[in-house]
């Protein structure tokens, strides 16, 4: 079956202008979390979504990250007035009521 | 900060040697995972071990776990080329939430 998928694969952007990271997860799948590496980093945590409780916004860096799931499905990360420091990949990832996470190829995103 | 601190940062090694990373945690866990990510990219998870587990398998893996320690190893053992990729440890502290380390970029030379 098909697995979580993100768009774009790549953005490049300008300081200052607003993006929206799009994630699909695999279908069924009531959790989703958005992380961001940063280069040669690990992984960070923004946030969490399960099923149709409030989300775990704990991870998010400032005020300027927003996340939202429409339908218990899609998910879309968007960071306003983008900052170089912003440049990073994001994944996604969904998961059943287990543990295993399954992720996306990840958006790489680069602020200019 | 990072809960997870791998060790090594950095190994690189001949095809058919065995391979060796060590992660170290700082909280209690339900579990502790292995990852592994290509070229950046999405990550594959390779194993979950539970906290009242010590040891686990599958094909050339080997995980251990040191609650006691709060510490856990991953083998590769007979490695090939294609393992070369970064290996991270996740830590399963509730509420289904992952905290990644800092990983371990293997290298498999042919």
């Known amino acids: 079956g098909a697995g979580v998928s993100q768009s774009p694969s790549n953005k490049v952007t300008e300081k200052g202008k607003d993006v929206e990271l799009r994630c699909d997860p695999i279908s069924g799948h009531t959790a989703l979390y958005w992380y961001r590496q940063s280069l040669g980093q690990g992984l960070e945590f923004l946030i969490y979504f399960q099923g149709n409780s409030a989300p775990d916004k704990s991870g998010l860096p400032s005020d300027r990250f927003s996340a939202e799931r429409t339908g218990g499905s899609v998910s879309t990360l968007t960071i306003q007035r983008t900052q170089q420091e912003d440049s990073a990949v994001y994944l996604c990832a969904s998961s059943s009521a287990g543990e295993t996470q399954y992720f996306g190829p990840g958006t790489r995103l680069l602020v200019l | 900060s990072q809960q997870g601190e791998e060790d090594p940062q950095a190994l690189s090694i001949q095809e058919g040697e065995n391979a060796t990373m060590n992660c170290s945690y700082k909280t209690s866990i339900n579990n502790l995972q292995w990852y592994r990510q290509n070229s950046g990219r999405g990550l594959v998870h390779l194993i979950l071990?539970?906290?009242?587990?010590r040891e686990k398998h599958s094909g050339r893996l080997r995980v251990t776990l040191d609650t006691s320690k709060k510490s856990s190893s991953l083998l590769i053992t007979a490695s090939r080329a294609a393992d070369t990729a970064s290996y991270f440890c996740a830590t399963d502290i509730g509420f289904q939430k992952l905290v990644f380390g800092t990983g371990t970029r293997l290298l498999v030379s042919p």
């Open positions: 071990i539970r906290s009242n587990e």
